[in-house]
Nanobody, 126 residues
């Protein structure tokens, strides 16, 4: 199977930054896995934030985070990152890592993988 473990969440003031990490493991997780970040705020549905292809050539962002968030990955450590700058109170949510086998070199905002992490809380105070 595939296990995903998020870390890096916390409490930050508006305008601040956080960097989330997602470490992947498991015998099924191989080179050709795309990875993504979703978030869910209280009372709202889970929404797409960003995705990255297996080779980091394809990257996609939700309009709400473009220019502020950056997704990246380290293929050797099987880790994805989400650098979040200029955070706003509306970014407050539980952030989930998501992954699935996808050998394509492009991704878009419709990406939805099968495997999920447990989530990490991000709280932005005003």
């Amino acid at each position: 199977q595939v296990q995903l473990a998020e870390s890096g969440g916390g409490l930050v003031q508006a305008g601040g930054s956080l960097r989330l990490s997602c470490a992947a493991s498991g015998r099924l997780f191989n080179t050709y896995y795309a990875m993504a970040w979703f978030r869910q705020a209280p009372g709202k549905e889970r929404e797409f934030v960003a995705a990255i292809s297996w080779n980091a050539v394809g990257i996609a962002y939700a309009d709400s985070v473009k220019g502020r968030f950056t997704i990246s990955r380290d293929m050797f450590t099987k880790t994805a990152f989400l650098q979040m700058n200029n955070l706003k109170p509306e970014d407050t949510a539980v952030y989930y890592c998501n992954a699935d086998y996808n050998p394509r070199t492009e991704v878009d905002a419709t990406f939805l993988g099968y495997y999920w992490g447990q989530g990490t809380q991000v709280t932005v105070s005003s």
